[in-house]
Nanobody, 114 residues
């Protein structure tokens, strides 16, 4: 049974930073690509960062140069370092396989506001 648990969200001022964490279980973590997704109110969920099982990364244009995805295969965890945050980054952030499994975790809320 796949279980994905996201944490690390919160309220931050524009220009600030947050580090999100995701703990995965019930999957062959080290052999799959993982991604961070986000969903803002009234919008579709979108993939913002992806990391292959070998560590190759890809980013959405909107976060390139500001966000960094990483993974720890020994701990079955994936991280998202978010710097220079903007109000438009406000969303619920989720981790999942890339492409995603059908099930999702509860996500973690990120709010960027002064």
């Amino acid at each position: 049974q796949v279980q994905l648990v996201e944490s690390g969200g919160g309220l931050v001022q524009p220009g600030g930073s947050l580090r999100l964490s995701c703990a995965a279980s019930g999957i062959s973590f080290s052999i799959i690509a993982m991604g961070w997704y986000r969903q803002a109110p009234g919008q579709q969920r979108e993939l913002v960062a992806r990391i292959s099982n070998g560590g190759l990364t890809n980013y959405a244009d909107s976060v390139k140069g500001r966000f960094t995805i990483s993974r720890d295969n020994a701990k079955n965890m994936v991280f998202l370092q978010m710097n220079s945050l903007k109000p438009e980054d406000t969303a619920v952030y989720y981790c999942n396989r890339a492409p995603p499994y059908n099930g999702w975790g509860q996500g973690t809320q990120v709010t960027v506001s002064s």
